[in-house]
């Protein structure tokens, strides 16, 4: 692939935007270690918005309102009944990611505050 379309050069399976990169290979509360989860329950809660999100392929992306980079989120790390939409305010905890720590993920999130549109329920059909 050429470098001029948005994507990355790499022949990693997740391949996406640049500007949105997910971790290789993605980090779910399953497969998470006890001493990473353990760290992370150290972090102070954080704030932000939703950025994107989609149930289908069971990530998305948070905006910090501290600013930075956009943060990773897996389905695995969503708490609450409601499938989380744009512009929705959460709070969450930063997860280092392996291997080498450089990057954070969003875990233990919960909507603080739904935005103004009808929101799904994790089991009603998609």
């Known amino acids: 692939m050429s470098g001029d379309n948005g994507f990355n050069n790499d022949d990693s399976p997740n391949k996406t935007l640049t500007h949105l990169q997910l971790p290789s290979p993605i980090i779910t ?18 704030h932000g918005k939703i950025k994107s999100f989609c149930r289908q392929k069971g990530h998305g992306f948070v905006t910090s309102d501290r600013g930075g980079e956009d943060i990773f989120l897996h389905i695995s790390d969503i708490e609450g009944e409601y499938v989380p939409l744009p512009g929705d305010e959460v709070v969450y905890r930063l997860c280092p990611i392996p291997p080498k720590f450089e990057k954070c993920q969003a875990v233990h999130v919960r909507i603080v505050q739904l935005v103004h549109e009808k929101h799904s329920k994790w089991h009603e059909p998609l």
């Open 29 to 46: 509360r399953r497969n998470r270690t006890a001493s990473t989860s353990e760290r992370a329950l150290q972090n102070p809660l954080e």
